[in-house]
C-alpha cells in the first residue's frame, strides 16, 4: 500500500517545481527620452533595462519609449501615455511595468495605480539583481543596507490609515502610527548595518595594509558589468570564482597572487561591475568594496569589445571611478572578448587608446601582451637596490620589510646585505646604504 506521506511530498514537490517553471514575470519595458537624451542613447539604455530584467528573472513581453521635454512630476510619461500603455500591459498580461528611470515615490504609487500591477524602476532593478547574487557576509549587509535606504520613503500602507490618531473612547491620548513603527524600525536596522560594514571595512583597510607591507604592487580589475573581469582573473590566476553570462555576477572582492614574466609578484583583485547610472545607494553601500579600486597601484580596466556600445561603457566606468575617489590611477585598458568583437571595432578602440592591449579571457589570446604590459608598468613605479644596512639600524630593515619586495638576505661582518624591489616614492631614506 502506497505511504500517504510520500504521496503527499510529491504533490508538494510536483508543486514547488511548478511554481519555479512559471515564476518568471512577464515585464514591459518603458523608456522616456527627455532631457536633452537621444533616441539612440535612449535606445541603448533601454536594451540594456531588457539584459537586467532578463537578469532578475523577467522575459520582457513589450518595450516602449516616450519622448517628452522633462519628466513628468506625477507620472513620469505623463497621465495619458500611462493609460495607453496600461491598456497594452493588460493586452499583454504583464506582471511587471518597469521604467528606465527613477522614480519618486509618488510617481511609483501613481503609475501602480494606473497599471494595476507593481512598477519598478530602474534603481529596484539593479537593486533585486545585487540582492540575488549576494553570498558573503559583506555582500548581503551592503546589499540590505542599500535596499532599506531605497525603501524609506516609499513606506507606505496600512501605516497610511492609522496616522490619524482616531477621536473614539479608548484611542485618544498619545501613540504611534504603524507608518512611524516600521520607519523606526528600518532606521534602526540600516543603523546596525551601518556599523556592520564599518567594522568590515575597517576588517577590509587591515587587510590592504597587510598587503602593502609586503612591498607586493598591486592592481585592480575594474569594468562594466559583464565585461569578462572574472573570466580574465581565473585565466591569470587559476581563482575559480564564478563565471556566468550574467549581469552582476561577482559582488564581493578576490585577491589573487599573480606571478609576471619577470619574476615579480602582483596582487590582483576584482571588483563588482560598473553600469550606467549605478544607484547612489549601491556606490555608498558598497563603498569598501570600491575602495580596492581607490587603494592600488594599477587599474585594469577591462571593456567588453562585442558590446552594442563599449565607448559608453567606459565613460560609465570612469564616472563611478570618480565618484568613489578612483581616479589618476595608471590604467591599461584591456580591450576584451576579441575572439567575437567586430575587428573594425577593435581596431578602433586601440587606435584611440595605444597603450591599451587586446585579448580574449575565453581563448587566451592576447594575455602574454598583457602579462608584458603589467610587467612593464609596474616596473616604472620601482627600483631595485642592493643594500648594506648596518646592525645598528635594524629599524631600515623593518621599515624595508614594510614597504619594499625582499629579494634576498644575509648576514654579513658589515651589517645585513638585502636585495629589495620598492616603489620609487620609498627610495630615499637607503639610497645611502647602496652596496
Given at each position: 500500500m502506497a505511504d500517504?506521506?510520500?504521496?503527499?511530498n510529491r504533490r508538494r514537490l510536483t508543486a514547488t517545481v511548478t511554481d519555479l517553471a512559471v515564476r518568471r514575470q512577464r515585464a514591459l519595458l518603458v523608456s522616456l527620452a527627455s532631457d536633452g537624451r537621444s533616441v539612440e542613447e535612449t535606445e541603448a539604455s533601454l536594451a540594456e533595462l531588457g539584459r537586467l530584467a532578463d537578469t532578475a528573472g523577467s522575459d520582457t513581453v513589450a518595450r516602449e519609449t516616450q519622448t517628452r521635454p522633462r519628466p513628468d512630476p506625477a507620472t513620469f510619461i505623463g497621465k495619458g501615455k500611462a493609460a495607453e500603455l496600461a491598456a497594452l500591459g493588460r493586452q499583454l498580461d504583464v506582471d511587471v511595468v518597469v521604467v528606465d528611470g527613477e522614480l519618486t515615490p509618488v510617481q511609483q504609487r501613481n503609475l501602480q495605480d494606473i497599471?494595476?500591477?507593481?512598477?519598478?524602476?530602474?534603481?529596484a532593478l539593479?537593486?533585486?539583481?545585487f540582492a540575488q547574487h549576494a553570498h558573503s557576509k559583506e555582500g548581503m549587509a551592503q546589499v540590505e543596507l542599500a535596499l532599506l535606504r531605497h525603501r524609506l520613503p516609499r513606506l507606505r500602507g496600512r501605516g497610511l490609515q492609522l496616522s490619524q490618531q482616531a477621536g473614539r473612547i479608548g484611542t485618544r491620548g498619545p501613540g504611534e502610527t504603524q507608518l512611524?513603527?516600521?520607519?523606526?524600525?528600518?532606521?534602526?536596522?540600516?543603523?546596525?548595518?551601518?556599523?556592520?560594514?564599518?567594522?568590515l571595512r575597517t576588517t577590509r583597510t587591515t587587510q590592504r595594509k597587510a598587503r602593502r607591507r609586503s612591498g607586493l604592487p598591486t592592481a585592480t580589475l575594474v569594468g562594466y558589468t559583464n565585461a569578462g573581469k572574472s573570466s580574465l582573473l581565473n585565466r591569470l590566476t587559476g581563482a575559480g570564482v564564478l563565471v556566468e553570462d550574467r549581469l552582476f555576477s561577482t559582488l564581493d572582492a578576490t585577491v589573487r597572487r599573480l606571478t609576471l614574466p619577470s619574476g615579480r609578484l602582483l596582487l590582483l583583485s576584482d571588483t563588482v561591475g560598473f553600469v550606467r547610472r549605478l544607484p547612489h545607494e549601491l556606490v555608498e553601500a558598497f563603498r569598501s568594496t570600491l575602495e580596492e579600486a581607490v587603494e592600488t597601484d594599477l587599474l585594469?580596466?577591462?571593456?567588453?569589445?562585442?558590446?552594442?556600445?563599449?565607448?559608453?561603457?567606459?565613460?560609465?566606468?570612469?564616472?563611478?571611478?570618480?565618484?568613489?575617489?578612483?581616479?589618476?590611477?595608471?590604467?591599461?585598458?584591456?580591450?576584451?572578448?576579441?575572439?567575437?568583437?567586430?575587428?573594425?571595432?577593435?581596431?578602433?578602440l586601440l587606435a584611440l587608446h595605444p597603450e591599451a592591449v587586446a585579448v580574449s579571457a575565453a581563448t587566451g589570446e592576447g594575455l602574454d601582451a598583457l602579462l608584458a604590459a603589467l610587467d612593464e608598468r609596474i616596473a616604472r613605479g620601482t627600483l631595485s637596490l642592493d643594500l648594506l644596512i648596518p646592525h645598528h639600524r635594524g629599524d631600515l630593515v623593518a621599515a624595508l620589510h614594510r614597504v619594499a619586495e625582499v629579494l634576498a638576505q644575509d648576514h654579513e661582518e658589515g651589517g645585513v646585505r638585502i636585495a629589495v624591489r620598492l616603489p620609487s616614492a620609498e627610495v630615499a631614506p637607503f639610497l645611502a646604504y647602496t652596496v
Open positions: 500517504p506521506r510520500a504521496s503527499r497599471f494595476g500591477c507593481d512598477v519598478v524602476d530602474r534603481v539593479i537593486l533585486d539583481i512611524e513603527s516600521d520607519r523606526r524600525r528600518v532606521q534602526r536596522r540600516i543603523s546596525i548595518l551601518e556599523d556592520q560594514i564599518e567594522a585594469l580596466h577591462v571593456v567588453d569589445a562585442a558590446a552594442p556600445d563599449p565607448d559608453g561603457q567606459i565613460q560609465a566606468v570612469h564616472t563611478t571611478l570618480g565618484e568613489v575617489g578612483g581616479t589618476g590611477h595608471e590604467e591599461i585598458l584591456v580591450v576584451n572578448k576579441v575572439d567575437v568583437a567586430p575587428a573594425p571595432i577593435v581596431n578602433r
